[in-house]
């Protein structure tokens, strides 16, 4: 449960930076480009996915990261003669 809660933490943080980037980016002024269906994109488009994109990222290294943990720990418990469960 703790981990569900640090992930919905991360991601409304997440949210809410992107959404300022967004509205700065839009308050700049932009150039809107087309895409082949002829639906528009604007740099703020671009931006967006890149940062989410990245995000998602993160968020599988550190999966990747905190699996890795787990399965080195019990190695290390195994060979240390210590039972888990």
């Not at 569900?4 to 943080?13: G, Q, R």
């Not at 082949?36 to 996915?49: F, G, K, M, Q, V």
């Amino acid at each position: 449960m703790k981990l569900n809660k640090v992930f919905i933490d991360k991601l409304l943080a997440f949210g809410a930076e992107l959404s300022e980037e967004v509205c700065e980016i839009q308050t700049l002024g932009f150039e809107t480009m087309k895409k082949e269906d002829s639906s528009p994109l604007t740099e703020a488009d671009l931006h967006s996915n890149k940062r989410i994109r990245d995000f998602c990222l993160q968020i599988r290294m550190s999966q990747i990261l905190f699996l890795k943990r787990i399965k080195k720990f019990h190695i290390n418990s195994a060979l240390n003669g210590i039972t888990i469960g």
